[in-house]
């Protein structure tokens, strides 16, 4: 029923073409502004590591003419006034640091912009060095992370085709990452599930961000997570960092932005996907804490409350996302963020038997509610010039619910699903950051969880002729986890990083150490070579524990020990020009400990779950392997153009209790994306008019599935799969075409932007799978999503 639901979703966003017609008549309006503009730049420049203000550091504007430029004052404090709106960069030096050259800082009238600096203090050996300045578009926010890490902008989720503003969907564009299904925005990073990935939000672990999602996994239908409020993050596809635990595949790092503190600046935005009101400024005059509030509707809601029926159900979801700092001055920096997310979708069975056979989902009743938020208090403190605390007081928590109804020949409704999942947590969240020196850095921390759960599933068993409790629970847990790290710079070019990380689950006391390591070299001022490897554990959805036994009514997995992956990863990075890079990385995965089924002749294994519970006995007693090799080439943008293309080849399996090996679900064994941009001035002297294309191209093998065993199926009334046979049948290859043009157009005081994304420009028929058809008796396949137009128009004022 949760599928269906994500892929009903989106195909809920396919409007009537007259209201497409009626928005592109914006582009009339917009109308040329014969004013030259300009908008300030300011910011603040720091040390990477210590975190500390760096004063007296030159900052200038690059090809200015007369020279614009400034000097940070004793906070790290600097702002530059009169800069053209357009594409611009900045350089930045100080004695005994890196240079750094942040290019292509898009300046728009309707904001201005606010940068956070960080300059990496240069080690200085017995001789004299020279420092050139270090674009570092290729560099993680994360300063420790050394492979299987990309860095990505605000603007990445905003411009790549069909990303509409959602981080998961953008990452879509990366080596080794395959997207689950058109629908929502799981993905599966080099051949593991999509419950195996963890987000991260200013430095604590947060719950699934995305509507219409599911229990025990990491995607939905579409993010909660406002793209106002985001800054440059990190996405990390292995062998990670220390701090980071309760994983195997990836991390989502979000950072937020703070809002401006000197200045009311607002945004808003209409589409197809919503209405988004963003506001952020200064609390009050001469403060220097702000706000930064963002909220959204959904438009769907909307057409359906006018009597405008879009799909098959009525769909709604909003939500709000906000950062607050509020300084202290010489007490440090306080903060205070979070999230809120309501979905839900309803649908009507239709009484006509006849309409059954067009689509089974004609034939059930349903309701699908998934909410989801948290909100934290965090505080910062430089205890000295080396030293910094930071901790988070968090409380996060989901609340999903799913019934359903199937109406039988009479038109009687039978209820066949009744779920409610309702999990929440308090966070604490600690870090301790040392630099000894210009060497030397130590980042140790601890995470402590408070879990709370109620959990209920229950389903109709039709031989029986009753609804069955496969999962009545409700308590409470902890989790421990403890890291450090320690960063060492044995001279310029060599860089070594140790550390572990340790998890404890104190439901049924499983614990695990891992080690992480990794070694970064610098062959030369182009070329790096870095080499990483962790041990990666991570504990199973609640409900998985709280199985019941039908004999007893006991938990039947309550011992259940943490799934668990060693990680390699070997790293080669060329930049063959100030704006292109090549990045190939070598990669294998030791999965081990992973529940399988106990039943013998079971194919069952959590490496092939997408989401919700499983209600078998299951066993630690399961393996498996990913390998493989990832291709990034990559332009950055560059006199109005880039381009990036990911490749992969690798392979993944599983290995179930009896021994026998199988591919997983997500062994698609290839994958590649296209993805290109380009901008055009149509005014060049004022650079207040410009046109963007992006387009891109993601090719993939199919996703596998089971061989559905048809005279099983007819016996039993549902889909029964040849367990032997597992995963051994593969969609044809996945081929998806997607557009976006935009318009953008700054004014005096304001920028306006209309855009059209278009997901499957072509239209094509992806195949999803194979499902069981009862109401025809037959075999059907179900296809991903067709074409579907998302338009919007954001105003920056």
């Known amino acids: 029923m949760h599928h269906s639901i994500k892929t009903k979703f989106y195909n809920t966003l396919i409007m009537k073409r007259q209201f497409i017609l009626l928005i592109l008549s914006v582009f009339g309006v917009m109308c040329v502004y014969a004013q030259p503009l300009t908008q300030t730049v300011r910011g603040n420049v720091i040390d990477k590591i210590s975190q500390n203000p760096v004063p007296g550091a030159i900052v200038t504007l690059e090809n200015s003419n007369p020279v614009n430029g400034t000097t940070t004052d004793i906070n790290g404090k600097f702002m530059l006034k009169n800069v053209p709106v357009g594409r611009q960069s900045i350089k930045v030096t100080y004695v005994g640091y890196k240079d750094f050259m942040l290019p292509n800082i898009i300046v728009n009238s309707g904001k201005e912009v606010v940068l956070i600096i960080q300059l990496e203090e240069a080690i200085v050996l017995k001789r004299t060095i020279v420092v050139k300045a270090n674009q570092q578009k290729n560099k993680p926010v994360n300063e420790i992370a050394a492979v299987s890490t990309r860095t990505f902008s605000v603007e990445e989720t905003q411009k790549f085709a069909a990303a509409v503003n959602d981080p998961a969907r953008m990452a879509t564009s990366f080596a080794g990452v395959v997207q689950g299904d058109d629908g929502s925005n799981y993905i599966s990073i080099r051949g593991n599930s999509p419950n195996s990935m963890i987000w991260r939000m200013d430095g604590v672990d947060i719950p699934n961000p995305n509507h219409f999602a599911g229990v025990g996994t990491s995607g939905g239908g579409i993010s909660i997570l406002s793209a106002q409020l985001m800054s440059n993050s990190d996405f990390l596809t292995g062998a990670f960092t220390a701090e980071y635990g309760n994983a195997l595949s990836g991390v989502f790092d979000i950072r937020l932005r703070k809002g401006n503190n000197q200045k009311k600046e607002n945004t808003f935005q209409a589409g197809l996907l919503g209405i988004d009101l963003a506001t952020e400024g200064p609390i009050k005059k001469g403060y220097e804490g702000s706000y930064l509030i963002n909220y959204r509707y959904s438009t769907l809601s909307l057409l359906s409350m006018v009597g405008v029926k879009v799909g098959a159900g009525v769909t709604n979801f909003q939500d709000l996302s906000f950062n607050i700092s509020l300084p202290a001055g010489k ?31 004609y034939r059930y009743n349903s309701k699908f509610n998934a909410n989801t938020g948290a909100a934290g208090v965090s505080y910062m403190q430089m205890l000295s010039k080396k030293t910094y605390i930071k901790s988070i007081l968090a409380m996060s928590g989901s609340d999903y619910r799913d019934y359903g109804e199937e109406l039988n020949l009479n038109y009687v409704a039978i209820q066949k699903t009744d779920e409610r999942f309702v999990n929440s947590k308090i966070t604490w969240s600690s870090l301790l950051n040392y630099k000894m020196n210009t060497r030397n850095s130590l980042r140790s921390g601890i995470i402590l969880n408070s879990l709370y759960y109620n959990l209920s599933q229950n389903h109709r068993n039709d031989s029986l002729g009753f609804m069955e409790t496969e999962i009545d629970t409700r308590g409470q847990t902890q989790t421990v986890q403890l890291y450090s790290n320690w960063n060492h710079k044995a001279g310029d070019r060599l860089t070594v990083n140790t550390g572990f990380h340790t998890l404890h689950l104190l439901l049924n006391g499983a614990f695990a150490i891992e080690p992480r390591a990794s070694v970064s070299y610098a062959a030369s001022e182009k070329r790096t070579i870095a080499i990483g490897y962790g041990l990666h554990s991570q504990i199973q959805p609640l409900g998985a524990y709280f199985t019941r036994n039908p ?19 070997l790293s080669h990075d060329i930049n063959v020009s100030t704006h292109t890079h090549i990045k190939t990385e070598v990669y294998y995965q030791h999965l081990f400990n992973i529940p399988v089924s106990a039943a013998a002749g079971s194919t069952l294994s959590m490496i092939n779950v997408v989401d919700g519970y499983v209600t078998d006995k299951l066993v630690n007693k399961g393996k498996g392997r990913n390998y493989g090799l990832e291709l990034t080439i990559e332009r950055f943008l560059h006199k109005n153009f880039y381009y990036l293309l990911s490749a ?116 094509r028929k992806n195949i999803g799978g194979q499902y069981y058809d009862v109401n025809t008796g037959k075999v059907k396949y179900w296809y991903q999503t067709p074409l579907i137009p998302v338009l919007s128009y954001r105003l920056e004022f």
């Open 648 to 763: 992969s080849l690798y392979d993944s399996r599983y290995r179930t209790l009896d021994g026998h090996w199988f591919n997983t679900r997500f062994n698609t064994g290839r994958s590649a994306s296209f993805t290109v941009g380009k901008e055009w001035q149509l005014s060049e002297k004022r650079k207040n008019k410009i046109i963007g294309m992006n387009i891109k191209c993601q090719y993939a093998g199919g996703l596998r599935y089971s061989p559905i065993d048809l005279n099983a199926s007819v016996a039993k009334g549902e889909t029964q799969f040849v367990e032997s046979k597992a995963y051994t049948i593969q969609n044809p290859d996945y081929f998806r075409l997607d557009v976006r043009v935009s318009m953008k157009r700054n004014f005096k005081h304001s920028t306006g932007t209309l855009a059209l994304d278009i997901q499957n420009s072509t239209n």
């Open 551 to 569: 004999a007893t009514n006991a938990a039947m997995n309550k011992n259940l020990g943490m799934s668990k992956a060693h990680h390699l990863v």
């Open 331 to 361: 007490s440090g920096v306080f903060g205070v963020f979070g999230f809120g997310g309501l979905s839900s979708q309803k649908m009507t069975a239709e009484k006509d038997s006849m309409k059954w056979k067009e689509d089974p989902f």
